[in-house]
């Protein structure tokens, strides 16, 4: 099976600008998750997906917002890009069950300026 | 107090020798627990997942994992040059996971 997929894979913008990250999960799994990941910060769970419902939220301002469509794809969006937004973003999908496990794709490096 | 916490690294060891990896968490409720590997500038990849108590061998690494103390470990036995990475534990709960903020581990020739 072909792993997750995310694009783009690098981005650059400017504070104040908005940006949409995309994520493709595994052929089979429904569940998709995203993280931030920062080097002071660590790994933050950001949200998470199952069947077009967001099943769970981290601490982030409302800022940060998701979707998933019918497909499992999913779709996350910053607006108001702020400086301290510049992460590595992570897209992980699953199996449906709670505690199953996540399966990484390549990330999205977003640096703003 | 932190979600997840790691044993503060970095941790160096020689080639050949065994690296210890230490995780606690706070959710006694926690069903389900994870060691991912990160290279410097990649994603995470899984190691290791764990459900009950005990020991899981998988090759050079073992995990073990303790409920009631709310412990998890991973040892890496023979270490080689290409196990050099950070280490993230992972726990999981209302459908998320939660990291600890990861041990780097040098295996030094």
């Known amino acids: 099976k072909a792993g997750v997929t995310q694009t783009p894979r690098y981005l650059i913008k400017t504070r104040g600008q908005q940006v949409t990250l995309s994520c493709s999960p595994i052929s089979g799994h429904r569940s998709v998750s995203w993280y931030q990941q920062t080097p002071g910060q660590g790994l933050q769970f950001l949200f998470e997906y199952f069947s077009e419902t967001q099943r769970n939220k981290g601490n982030f301002p409302g800022r940060f917002s998701g979707r998933q469509f019918s497909n499992s794809r999913s779709e996350m969006n910053v607006s108001t890009l702020e400086l301290g937004d510049s992460a590595l973003y992570l897209c992980a999908s699953s199996d449906n069950r709670e505690g199953d496990t996540q399966y990484f794709g390549p990330g999205t490096r977003l640096t703003v300026l | 107090q932190k979600e997840v916490e790691q044993n503060s690294g970095p941790l160096s060891v020689p080639e050949g020798a065994i690296a210890s990896l230490n995780c606690t968490y706070s959710?006694?409720?926690?069903?389900?627990f994870f060691w991912y590997r990160q290279y410097s500038g990649k994603s995470p990849e899984l190691i290791m997942s764990?459900?009950?108590?005990g020991d899981k061998e998988d090759g050079r690494f073992t995990a073990q994992l303790n409920k009631a103390s709310q412990y998890v470990s991973l040892l890496i036995r023979d270490s080689q040059p290409s196990d050099s990475a950070t280490y993230l534990c992972?726990?999981?709960?209302?459908?998320?996971?939660?990291f600890g903020a990861g041990t780097t581990v040098t295996v030094r020739a």
């Open positions: 959710d006694r409720g926690s069903q389900s």
């Open positions: 992972a726990v999981t709960g209302d459908y998320k996971l939660s």
């Open positions: 764990i459900y009950s108590n």
